[in-house]
């Protein structure tokens, strides 16, 4: 029994070896393209196509890990109900800057995102009852994620995104959404 246990703790260190070690020039330093579906507040929808471009020469240690930056750009769709509780889907556009931390002096496969930015759609969105009063508005994230594969080269991460004019306008009931991300890098 003692034996199993050290072969399965064996097999476990060098599988976890080979999840977390990766060479930091594989991870943030490629753009991507990406697919993101999520689903919110009072049945928002979205699904978008974006890619990401990471800043060049830019890097900062923080803790045991490393801070890197990119540009993301997005475009798709946002369904989400009216006033009468009619669905309708609706384009948007959004472009704005991430933070990403990854541990293990930024190889680990594992990452934490932060980013904020502006979106626009082609009709104003509701929530709870209420029109957002503006088209324009900002879009701002949280979340985790991890790279996989050969050269870590796809990406899947779980965030949660809240959407709102930031009070510029009333009403401004916002929309919180929950959504998962496939990337690959190119």
């Keep these: 029994m003692r034996t199993r246990s050290l072969y399965g703790a064996a097999l476990l260190a060098c599988l976890s070896m080979g999840t977390t070690v990766a060479s930091a020039q594989n991870l943030d330093t490629r753009p991507t393209w990406y697919?993101?579906?999520g689903q919110g507040d009072e049945s928002s929808r979205a699904v978008v196509l974006g890619t990401t471009v990471p800043w060049k020469n830019w890097s900062w240690s923080l803790g045991s890990g490393e801070v890197r930056g990119h540009w993301d750009a997005w475009i798709g769709g946002w369904s989400n109900k009216d006033l009468n509780n009619r669905r309708f889907t609706t384009a948007a556009l959004g472009v704005g800057p991430s933070l990403r931390w990854r541990g293990l002096q930024g190889s680990s496969p594992w990452f934490w995102e932060v980013g904020?930015?502006?979106m626009v759609t082609g009709k104003s969105l509701y929530n709870s009852g209420e029109r957002i009063a503006t088209r324009w508005n900002f879009a701002s994230h949280i979340g985790m994620g991890m790279n996989f594969g050969p050269q870590?080269?796809?990406e899947l991460s779980l965030r949660v995104q809240h959407a709102s004019n930031a009070g510029i306008k009333k009403p401004n009931p916002g929309l919180n959404?929950?959504?998962l991300r496939y990337a690959h890098a190119f």
């Design 35 to 37: 697919i993101q579906a």
């Design 116 to 118: 904020t930015g502006v």
């Design 152 to 154: 870590r080269a796809h």
């Design 177 to 179: 959404l929950v959504q």
